[in-house]
């Protein structure tokens, strides 16, 4: 078992710019999260898909912000344009059900945004 | 509005000494418990969990108690250690329902020797 894999591990960028950031969730799982960590608000859940169909996105922060699920081994989240405010580690999560089997979280993405 | 609040926002602990870490939540709905650790560098990973039916879930040297009518739960860690530093997340969500875990804010555990 390979865990959620996150792609880049970083990434800088540059005010304006597009961002995608990468996930495989673990195989078999069926639910899929992302989320934000920060020093001031902590982790925070961005959205979450149930067999690839996007269940609650009220914790995207803006227009800017989108994620696609398109299959069940795969998921992006993309900033659009991305902002200095961005910058963060961002985390993809999966697990079988839910709400009470744990949540596997990949190693992150940290995004710079210069 | 924060459903579940954690504190302290850091602790340190002296090797061999007793970390406590506290959360209360407000959602009497919520009836899984669980704990996040996370290292530097890598995603949270699950410690351990209690479901509101028992009021202590001990595993090895990390013990959770929960206490349903006050609405809080804490973690302790026995006789820590410096590899037990690291970032302590609690979380609740509900069995039913369709909504996912509620993170509190972390706590930042530093054991020194």
């Known amino acids: 078992d390979a865990g959620v894999i996150q792609s880049p591990r970083h990434e800088v960028t540059e005010m304006g710019q597009e961002v995608t950031l990468r996930c495989k969730p673990i195989s078999g799982h069926n639910s899929l999260f992302w989320y934000r960590q920060t020093m001031m608000r902590g982790l925070e859940l961005l959205i979450y898909?149930?067999?690839?169909?996007?269940?609650?996105d009220s914790g995207m922060p803006e227009d800017r912000f989108s994620a696609k699920m398109p299959n069940a081994s795969f998921s992006t989240l993309k900033i659009q344009p991305s902002e200095p405010r961005d910058s963060a580690v961002y985390f993809c999560?999966?697990?079988?059900?839910?709400?009470?089997?744990?949540?596997?979280f990949g190693n992150g993405t940290r995004l710079t945004v210069t | 509005q924060q459903q579940v609040k954690q504190s302290p926002q850091s602790l340190i602990v002296q090797k061999g000494g007793i970390s406590i870490i506290n959360c209360a939540y407000e959602n009497t709905a919520f009836d899984y418990f669980p704990w996040y650790q996370q290292f530097p560098g890598k995603g949270p990973a699950l410690l351990i969990a209690?479901?509101?039916?028992?009021s202590e879930k001990k595993e090895g040297r990390f013990t959770i108690s929960f206490n349903k009518s006050a609405k809080q739960f804490s973690l302790h860690i026995m006789d820590s250690q410096p590899g037990d530093s690291a970032t302590y997340f609690c979380?609740?969500?509900?069995?039913?329902?369709?909504?996912?875990?509620?993170f509190g804010k972390g706590t930042r555990l530093s054991v020194i020797a």
């Open positions: 999560a999966s697990s079988f059900r839910h709400n009470r089997s744990p949540l596997h």
């Open positions: 209690i479901r509101p039916d028992v």
């Open positions: 898909f149930n067999n690839n169909v996007p269940i609650d």
């Open positions: 979380a609740a969500s509900m069995s039913s329902g369709n909504t996912p875990l509620v």
